[in-house]
C-alpha cells in the first residue's frame, strides 16, 4: 500500500525484522496447543453443522423431511438409495409467475447503491467527527451514536408519508435513501473509531505540511481506512440484501428483491417449509460469494492491515 | 361436464357448461413436472358476461392494484380468475400477495399509498381500517347488489360496520371438519359419528387400542405470529355445540362476558379430548405438543397411522404432502364435526372481504366482478387442484373440483346449516388475534385450567 | 422526471438508474466537499458542518423526527387523538405479560452480547495466526450471510421435536435419544426457551464480533507480546493478561454495537416462538402492539423504554472512550 511509507515514518507503529520473527513464534505457539485447536474446531464445527443440516434438507423430498432427522441421509446414500431430488428448487425457482431472475436483479439494484451511499457520507461524517475539532462535535457524535436504537419499525409510516408526499413511492430512491438513513448511525460510530486509532502524529504532520481537511481526508485517513471500509461494506451488503422490512413497506411489485420472494415462498397459510429451506440458499448464494471475495481484508485485520503492513 | 385432473397445482383442461352463463375454458394441460410454466395463469380462459362492466365507461388501458394475503401457490388461481375481467375490460390488475400483509396494510394506508383493493382475511381487519383510519371507501351499489343477490344477510353483516356496508365476501371457508382415514376406519370397523356422543364413545374405543405413540386425536395451533389460531377454532366449535349459536353471538359480541361459565365448560368439553393424554396427541407427543405441533403438519399422522382424528378446516384440503387422495375412498377425507343431535348443524365459517380505497370507474368495476357469481365460477374453474369453496348461491357447484369442495359448498347451501363466523375473528384485535390466540395455545403448554384461561382473556377485553 | 423515478419492469433502465443514483450521490459530495476546501481560511465549525452536514440532515429527517413524534405519542391514545398522560407507561410496567417481556428483555442485554463477544473473541484469538484462518473464519462467519428468519428457520430444525418411538429430525433431540434421554420439548420452558432462543442471535452475532475482534487482535503491537512472552506470561494468560486489556477499546465498541443490535432484533423470537410460552422481548411486543394491534401509544411507549434501557449503555460507551482518549 501507498501508505506504508507514512505508516513507517510514524514513532508509534515500530516495524522491524524481530516482529516478523515475534510472529512466526507466535503462531508456532497457537497451533502447537492441542486444547487451543481442539476448542477452535469444536466451535467451527458447532457453527456449522445447522447451516449443513439445512442444505442437506433443502435437497430431500417432503415426506423425507418430515419422516427422518437430514443425518440419516448418510446411512441412506451409502445403501444407495436415492435420496437428494432438486425438486425443492424446481419449486423455488420456477413455481411461480414472475421470473426468479427479476428479483435477483431487483437484489442487486437496490443492494448497490445502499451500500455506496450510507458508507460515502459516514466516512465524510467520521472524518468530521474525528479530526476536525469544531464546537458541538461531542455532543453531535454522542447524538449519533444514541440514535442507533431508534428502531425502524417506528420511522416507517413517517417516512413512507413524506415520500407519498414528495410524490416518489413506490421507486428505488426510497429504498435507497432509507437503508441510507438506517445505517448511517452504525456505519457514522464504527467508522469514527476507525479513524481514531490512525496515530495522531500521521494527521498532524498532514496538517502542518498545509493540507486542508479535504486533503487530509482523500491523502491520509482514506487510503489507511479502506480495509475497515471494506469489511463494513460487506456488512451493510449482508444487512440489505437480507432485509425484508424496509423493501416490504418501501418497495412496490417492480422493486422486490429477492428476500420479498422467498418470504412468499411459505405459502399462504405458511406451510412448505420445505421449498423455504431451498430458497434460504438461493438467497444465500450471494453474500456469499462477497463475503468469500472480500474476506481477505477480514483476515488481514481491518486497520491492522495497512498501517503496519 | 368432465373434470381430468393434472398434475397438482398445475393446468389442467376444463371444459364446462354452467346454467346461467357459458363459460368456455381453453386450457393446455401441462403434466409433465420439469416445466416453470404458470399453473392456471394463462392456462386458463372463461368468458364472462361483459355487459355488467359497461356501464363504468371505456377502461381500456388503467390499472387496479390488489393487495392480498394470498401467495403463491394460491396467487395463481386468484390472479387467473381476474382474466375474464381483464379480458372484458382491458384492465390490467396489479396483483401483489405478502404474508406481511395484515401489518404492511395499515402502515401503508397510515402513510397515505393505499392500494386500490385490499382482501382483508378478517373482518376484524375492516373494522380497525374504518374504525381507526376512516380508510375504507362504502361498496358501491352494483356491489351492494351482487351481495344481496347472491349471499345470505349474515355474510354482508361481516363487511358491515357501524350500519355502512363496506367489504363484500370474496370466498368462505368451512372449518367444522374432521379428517380422518377412510381405510383405517373401514378396517377398524368404525362408523363416521353423527352426534357429539358417537364421536366421544368413538375416542374411547380408539383410545383402548393406543400403542406407542398412536392416539384417536392429532392436533396442532403453531403458526408463526397467528399461533393459537386452529385452538381458537376447536373452543369455538364446541361453543357453537355445546352453547348454541346465540350464546356463540353474545359472546363474540362481549354481551356475556368472556369467562362465562357456558362458555368456561365449552373449554372443558373441548379439554376432554385436547388435554386428555389418552386421546392426544397422536404422533406428535403430549398435550403440550399441540402448542408447538405446526398447524400444516398436525394431521399427517394420520397418514402414518399414528392418529385417526384431526379437527381442521375444509382448506386443510391443500396442506395434505403432495401425492394424498382427498376423496370418499382415497387417502385422507373429512366428515363434519357433529353436534349435541343428527339433526342439528352448527357451522364454524370464515372468508375474505373485498375492501376499496379508492373509487376510481375501473377501481368500482373490478369490485363488482369480485362480488359477482361470474367471479366465484371464474374462481372455480381457475382452481383445478380444488381447497376452494363460496357461499355465494350462483355458484354453480358443478365447477368445484372435488368431491369434498363440493361437500364444502352442499353444506354452506344447506338450510339446516347454522353458520357463524369465526368469533375471533370477529372480536377486537387485543382479544381475537392476540390473548385469544396465546391464553388458548398457553392452556395446551401449561396446566393452568380452562377458568383460569377464560379470566385471563376476559380480562384483557378492551374496556371500551 | 417520471423515467428518473420509475423503472418499470425494465432490467437495463433498473441498472440505469442504479447508475445515476451512484454517480449523482458522487458529484453531490464532490461539490460539499469543493465548497468546503474553498475559503482560504476556514472556520471549522463550517469545514466541520461540510463534512457531518449531510448525513446529520438525513438523520433528522429519518431517525430524529419520527423519535420525537414516538415519544409524543407515548402520552397519547391507541389513535394518538387524545392525551392520555402516563397511562401507556403504567399499563407497561404493571401488566403481568409485559413485566415478563421486560425480564425477557433484560436477559436477552445482559447475556446475549456477552456471550456473543466472547465466543467472538475466542475464537478470533485461537484461530489467529493459524494455518486454516481464511477458512476457520469463514466459517463462524457463514451465519451472518444468512437472514435472521432463515437463521432463525435453521434452529427450529435443530430445536424439533417428536415424541418417543417416532424418527426425531431435530439434531438436539436425536443426541439426547442417541444418549438415552426422552424427548424434550426445548421451546415450552422458561427460562430455557429464552436461552435456546438467545443462542440462534449468538450464532449469528459471534461473526461479527470475531471480524472487528480479530482486526484489533493483530493491531497489538508484537513488542508488547514480546516483552510478556519473555516474562514468562503464555496461553491463558496471554489471553487475560495481554490481548484483553490491549484490544479494550474494540471490545467495548463490539459490545455496545451488539448491546443495541439485541434490543432492536425482533424476527428470531418472531419466528421461533412468536413472542409464545413467555419469551417475548419488548422489540417483538412493540411491533405486535403497532403493526397487529394497532396500538400506536402502547407501542410508543414500549419504544421510549428501549430509548431508556440504552441510555447505560451509552454513558458507559463514552465513559470509555473519554478514558482511552486520555491514555493516548
Redesign the interface.
Known amino acids: 500500500m501507498s501508505t506504508v511509507k507514512t505508516a513507517d515514518a510514524a514513532p508509534e ?2 516495524r522491524s525484522k ?2 516478523i520473527s ?2 512466526a513464534r ?2 508456532r ?3 502447537s ?1 492441542p486444547w ?2 481442539t ?2 474446531v469444536v ?2 464445527i458447532l ?5 449443513v ?2 442444505l442437506i ?1 433443502s435437497f430431500r423430498p ?2 423425507d ?8 441421509v448418510f446411512g441412506s446414500a451409502f445403501a444407495g438409495e436415492g435420496v437428494f431430488s432438486l425438486q425443492n428448487y ?1 419449486t423455488a ?5 414472475t421470473n426468479l431472475i ?1 428479483f435477483f ?2 437484489s ?2 437496490v443492494t ?2 445502499a451500500v ?2 450510507p458508507i ?3 466516512l ?2 467520521a ?3 474525528a479530526w ?4 458541538g ?1 461531542d455532543f ?1 457524535f ?1 447524538a ?22 414528495l410524490g ?6 426510497t429504498i ?3 437503508h ?3 445505517a ?3 456505519a ?3 467508522l469514527h ?1 476507525f479513524m ?2 490512525i496515530p ?1 502524529s500521521l494527521v498532524e504532520a498532514a496538517r502542518m505540511d498545509g493540507a ?4 487530509v ?1 482523500f491523502r491520509v485517513v482514506l487510503p489507511l481506512l479502506t ?2 471500509l471494506a ?1 463494513f461494506a460487506i ?1 451493510q451488503f ?1 444487512w440489505v440484501w ?3 422490512l424496509v423493501a ?2 418501501m418497495g ?3 422493486t422486490f428483491p429477492l ?2 420472494r ?12 420445505h421449498v ?2 431451498a430458497g ?1 440458499f438461493i ?2 448464494i450471494v ?2 460469494i462477497v ?2 471475495s472480500l ?2 481484508y ?8 495497512s ?2 503492513g | 361436464m368432465t373434470i381430468r385432473m393434472a398434475s397438482k397445482r398445475r393446468a389442467v383442461a376444463l371444459a364446462a357448461t354452467g346454467a346461467s352463463l357459458a363459460l368456455v375454458l381453453a386450457a393446455c394441460a401441462d403434466t409433465d413436472d420439469g416445466g416453470g410454466e404458470d399453473g392456471g395463469g394463462e392456462a386458463t380462459q372463461a368468458t364472462i358476461d361483459c355487459a355488467a362492466y359497461e356501464e363504468f365507461g371505456d377502461l381500456e388501458g388503467t390499472e387496479v392494484s390488489v393487495y392480498t394475503t394470498i401467495v403463491e401457490p394460491e396467487a395463481e388461481t386468484q390472479t387467473a380468475s381476474y382474466k375474464p375481467f381483464e379480458d372484458c375490460t382491458g384492465v390490467t390488475i396489479n396483483y401483489e400477495g405478502s404474508r406481511e400483509m395484515e401489518a404492511q396494510l395499515p402502515v401503508r394506508v397510515q402513510a397515505g399509498n393505499p392500494p386500490d383493493i385490499a382482501i382483508l382475511p378478517q373482518p376484524g381487519l375492516l373494522q380497525t381500517l374504518v374504525n381507526d383510519y376512516d380508510a375504507v371507501l362504502p361498496a358501491p351499489e352494483q356491489v351492494e347488489a351482487n351481495v344481496d343477490e347472491g349471499w345470505a344477510p349474515e355474510w354482508k353483516e361481516y363487511g358491515t360496520v357501524d350500519g355502512t356496508f363496506y367489504a363484500a365476501p370474496l370466498g368462505s371457508n368451512v372449518k367444522s371438519y374432521v379428517w380422518y382415514s377412510p381405510s383405517m376406519f373401514e378396517e377398524a370397523g368404525y362408523e363416521v359419528p353423527t352426534t357429539w356422543d358417537e364421536l366421544m364413545e368413538l375416542t374411547a374405543t380408539i383410545a383402548e387400542g393406543n400403542e406407542g405413540a398412536t392416539r384417536p386425536w392429532c392436533a396442532g395451533v403453531e403458526s408463526g405470529d397467528a399461533t393459537g389460531w386452529p385452538g381458537t377454532d376447536w373452543i369455538e366449535d364446541v361453543v357453537l355445540r355445546t352453547a348454541g349459536p346465540d350464546v356463540y353471538d353474545q359472546w363474540y359480541t362481549h354481551e356475556i362476558p368472556f369467562n362465562d361459565p357456558q362458555i368456561v365448560d365449552a373449554f372443558d368439553t373441548a379439554g376432554e379430548i385436547l388435554k386428555n393424554p389418552d386421546y392426544v396427541n397422536g404422533g406428535l407427543g403430549g398435550v403440550d405438543s399441540i402448542a408447538t405441533a405446526t398447524w400444516t403438519d398436525a394431521g399427517y399422522p394420520i397418514l402414518d397411522g399414528n392418529c385417526w382424528m384431526h379437527r381442521a378446516a375444509n382448506f386443510y384440503q391443500t396442506q395434505w404432502p403432495e401425492g394424498t387422495e382427498v376423496a370418499p375412498d382415497g387417502d385422507v377425507y373429512a366428515f363434519y364435526l357433529p353436534a349435541q343431535t343428527a339433526d342439528e348443524k352448527p357451522t364454524l365459517v370464515a372468508g375474505e372481504f373485498i375492501g376499496a380505497f379508492t373509487d376510481r370507474p375501473e377501481v368500482q368495476a373490478f369490485q363488482t366482478y369480485l362480488s359477482s357469481a361470474d367471479w366465484a365460477n371464474a374462481k372455480a374453474a381457475a382452481t383445478p387442484a380444488g381447497g376452494w369453496v363460496s357461499a355465494n348461491s350462483g355458484l354453480d357447484q358443478e365447477l368445484l373440483a372435488t368431491d369434498f369442495d363440493r361437500l364444502s359448498a352442499e353444506i354452506l347451501a344447506d338450510p339446516a346449516t347454522v353458520a357463524r363466523f369465526d368469533a375471533s375473528d370477529l372480536m377486537p384485535a387485543a382479544v381475537g388475534t392476540d390473548s385469544f390466540w396465546n391464553g388458548i395455545t398457553e392452556w395446551f403448554a401449561s396446566d393452568l385450567s380452562s377458568q383460569q384461561v377464560t379470566d385471563r382473556i376476559e380480562d384483557s377485553w378492551p374496556s371500551n | 422526471m417520471d423515467w428518473l423515478l420509475y423503472a418499470g419492469d425494465d432490467t437495463g433502465h433498473k441498472f440505469l438508474l442504479m447508475i445515476i443514483a451512484i454517480v449523482l450521490f458522487v458529484a453531490l459530495m464532490g461539490i460539499i466537499l469543493f465548497v468546503v476546501d474553498r475559503p482560504r481560511n476556514p472556520s471549522r465549525w463550517f469545514v466541520g458542518f461540510g463534512f457531518v452536514g449531510a448525513a446529520l440532515l438525513l438523520l433528522t429527517i429519518g431517525l430524529v423526527y419520527p423519535a420525537i413524534r414516538t415519544i409524543i405519542n407515548s402520552f397519547m391514545n391507541r389513535n394518538s387523538t387524545e392525551f392520555v398522560g402516563l397511562d401507556n407507561y403504567i399499563r407497561a410496567f404493571t401488566e403481568p405479560q409485559f413485566l415478563i417481556v421486560l425480564g425477557n428483555t433484560a436477559l436477552w442485554v445482559l447475556v446475549a452480547p456477552l456471550v456473543a463477544t466472547f465466543l467472538g473473541l475466542v475464537y478470533a484469538y485461537l484461530v489467529d495466526k493459524s494455518r486454516f484462518e481464511a477458512l476457520a473464519k469463514g466459517l463462524v462467519f457463514l451465519p451472518m450471510a444468512i437472514s435472521m428468519v432463515g437463521a432463525s428457520i435453521i434452529w427450529k430444525f435443530v430445536y424439533e421435536f417428536k415424541p418417543a418411538g417416532v424418527n426425531q429430525t431435530g439434531l438436539l433431540n436425536q443426541f439426547i435419544v442417541w444418549l438415552g434421554g426422552e424427548p424434550q420439548q426445548f421451546l415450552l420452558s422458561r427460562p430455557l426457551n429464552t436461552f435456546l432462543i438467545m443462542v440462534v442471535f449468538i450464532w449469528i452475532q459471534a461473526g461479527f464480533a470475531m471480524t472487528l475482534l480479530s482486526a484489533s487482535i493483530k493491531a497489538i503491537p508484537d513488542d508488547i507480546v514480546e516483552a510478556a512472552r519473555l516474562d514468562g506470561v503464555s496461553g491463558v494468560g496471554m489471553f487475560w493478561r495481554i490481548t484483553i486489556p490491549s484490544i479494550r477499546p474494540a471490545l467495548v465498541v463490539v459490545l455496545t454495537t451488539i448491546a443495541m443490535t439485541t434490543l432492536k432484533t425482533f424476527d428470531i423470537v418472531r419466528t421461533m416462538t412468536a413472542g409464545q410460552f413467555n419469551t417475548s422481548i419488548v422489540a417483538l411486543e412493540f411491533y405486535d402492539q403497532r403493526f397487529r394491534q394497532n396500538e400506536a401509544g402502547l407501542s410508543a411507549a414500549l419504544a421510549v423504554l428501549l430509548f431508556v434501557i440504552v441510555i447505560p449503555v451509552i454513558i458507559y460507551n463514552v465513559r470509555q472512550q473519554r478514558l482511552s482518549e486520555d491514555v493516548r
Do not use: C
Not at chain 1, 444514541?146 to 407519498?164: E, K
Not at chain 1, 486542508?212 to 486533503?215: A, I, K, L, M
Open positions: 507503529v515500530p524481530a516482529d515475534g510472529r507466535k503462531a505457539k497457537a497451533l496447543n487451543a485447536s476448542l477452535a466451535i467451527a457453527w456449522t453443522i445447522p447451516t443440516g439445512l434438507t417432503e415426506l423431511i418430515r419422516q427422518s432427522g437430514w443425518w440419516t424446481e425457482l420456477f413455481d411461480g409467475s427479476v436483479v431487483n442487486f439494484v448497490l447503491p455506496f451511499i460515502t457520507l459516514a465524510l461524517a472524518y468530521g467527527f476536525v475539532d469544531f464546537k462535535a453531535l454522542i449519533v451514536f444514541a440514535l442507533q436504537i431508534v428502531p425502524i419499525q417506528i420511522t416507517l409510516v413517517p417516512l413512507l408519508s413524506a415520500y407519498v408526499d416518489i413511492n413506490g421507486s428505488f430512491w435507497w435513501l432509507s441510507s438513513i438506517f448511517l448511525p452504525l457514522i460510530f464504527l473509531n481514531k486509532e495522531r486542508g481537511h479535504v486533503q481526508f480495509p475497515a469489511a456488512f449482508l437480507n432485509d425484508l416490504l413497506v412496490d411489485l417492480n428476500t420479498v422467498v418470504a412468499e415462498l411459505a405459502g399462504s397459510r405458511g406451510g412448505d417449509w423455504l429451506s434460504a438467497s444465500m453474500p456469499l463475503f468469500l474476506q481477505r477480514f483476515v488481514r485485520g481491518l486497520l491492522a492491515g498501517v503496519k
